[in-house]
Nanobody, 126 residues
Framework: QVQLVESGGGLVQAGGSLRLSCAAS????????MGWFRQAPGKEREFVAV????????YYADSVKGRFTISRDNAKNTVYLQMNSLKPEDTAVYYC???????????????????WGQGTQVTVSS
């Protein structure tokens, strides 16, 4: 099992930027693909981005492509989500998650991920 702790959320105006961090514990956490998801009030949890265990491959939801960047530093056991050009519709609780089962396939369904953080709130004002 991997323990995940997100940080970096907050209140920002539309057009602004935030960088979320996800600190992972566990000596093998650097071997897992890691994803970011978000959930707005009254909506289902949705995929945002995923990064391979090596950091060499990424995949994004169409809604954030070109604005968000996922990255990782395996020496620090940390995954990041740089969010630029934020929009009010990006407002949600953001979660990071670990996919312990898939080595090569970048997956995007929440039920395919094994471990979750507690989430961090991102609010974008218009």
């Amino acid at each position: 099992q991997v323990q995940l702790v997100e940080s970096g959320g907050g209140l920002v105006q539309a057009g602004g930027s935030l960088r979320l961090s996800c600190a992972a514990s566990g000596r093998t956490s650097s071997t897992y693909n890691m994803g970011w998801f978000r959930q707005a009030p009254g909506k289902e949890r949705e995929f945002v981005a995923v990064i391979s265990w090596s950091g060499g491959h990424t995949y994004y939801a169409d809604s954030v492509k070109g604005r968000f960047t996922i990255s990782r530093d395996n020496a620090k056991n940390t995954v990041y989500l740089q969010m630029n050009s934020l929009k009010p519709e990006d407002t949600a609780v953001y979660y990071c998650a670990a996919d312990r089962a898939s080595a090569w396939l970048l997956r995007h369904r929440p039920n395919e991920y094994d471990d979750w953080g507690q989430g961090t709130q991102v609010t974008v004002s218009s």
